[in-house]
């Protein structure tokens, strides 16, 4: 997990998080000075499996964090991208709606003025010389409609590219984090699995019978001892 942070797989470096807990050294101390109590240890301070992971859990919540903010700030990006090419598609429109309507009005008006020449017999050259304009220059409008926008249209080509890329990185990234999330939360997991089980109830009374009896042994003999001490001081 090259750039994460790196967190212990030692549950009882995670004592610090459990304020009813003691500490690893008072652990550590028990099992350099009488390793076997540590099973009463694990009997009477028990780990809360929830209260395991705690960093884990804090990073967590940031990468929950982070992937909403960058979610959102992705969707706002597109969002103004599908706008800006929405613009340009309306000025591409307009300026092609343009071209077909002026030449639209100048076959218009070839026809009207081919028809003033015949009605009035003005002559071929009359004819030519008044209607060539106004076709040349509505068959140039209409020819030219599929060039005309043309920095329009490589501005759509360059937002959709850069939508693209935009997705492809955000997908990328969203990936990441769900692979860090699913990883820290299968390090909580295996941390959970290091929990001590505790020995059972019935052990643990056999544990102080055994350890009361031999107090109360101690204890008659300390007495028996002292009685006898006590008896030659008398005598």
Not at 96 to 121: D, P, S
Not at 135 to 154: H, S
Not at 214 to 225: A, F, M, P, Q
């Amino acid at each position: 997990m090259n750039g994460y942070r790196e967190y212990s797989k030692d549950i009882w470096d995670y004592l610090r998080d459990m304020p009813y807990m003691p500490t690893r050294a008072d652990r550590d101390g028990l099992l350099a000075n009488d390793p076997d109590r540590v099973q009463l240890w694990d009997y009477f301070f028990r780990i809360k499996p929830e209260d395991l992971g705690k960093p884990q859990k804090e990073e967590i919540k940031e990468i929950e964090e982070c992937t909403l903010q960058e979610i959102s700030t992705h969707n706002q990006r597109q969002n103004e991208i599908a706008e800006a090419i929405r613009e340009n598609r309306r000025i591409l429109f307009w300026r092609r709606f343009k071209n077909i309507l002026y030449g639209g009005g100048c076959f218009a008006l070839t026809i009207l003025t081919y028809r003033f020449v015949i009605n009035n017999h003005l002559g071929i050259d009359w004819l030519i010389g008044c209607t060539s304009p106004f076709f040349t220059f509505g068959l140039t409008l209409w020819l030219t409609i599929p060039i005309v926008g043309r920095d329009e249209k490589r501005e759509i080509r360059d937002l959709r590219a850069q939508s693209v890329l935009l997705h492809e990185l955000h997908a990328k990234s969203l990936k990441a984090k769900v692979e860090r999330k699913n990883f820290l939360k299968s390090e909580i997991k295996e941390l959970k699995k290091k929990i001590p089980k505790p020995p059972p109830d019935i052990d643990v009374h056999r544990w102080f019978t055994e350890h009361l009896d031999i107090v109360v042994e101690d204890s008659k003999r300390e007495t028996g001892l002292l009685s006898s001490v006590l008896i030659e001081a008398w005598s």
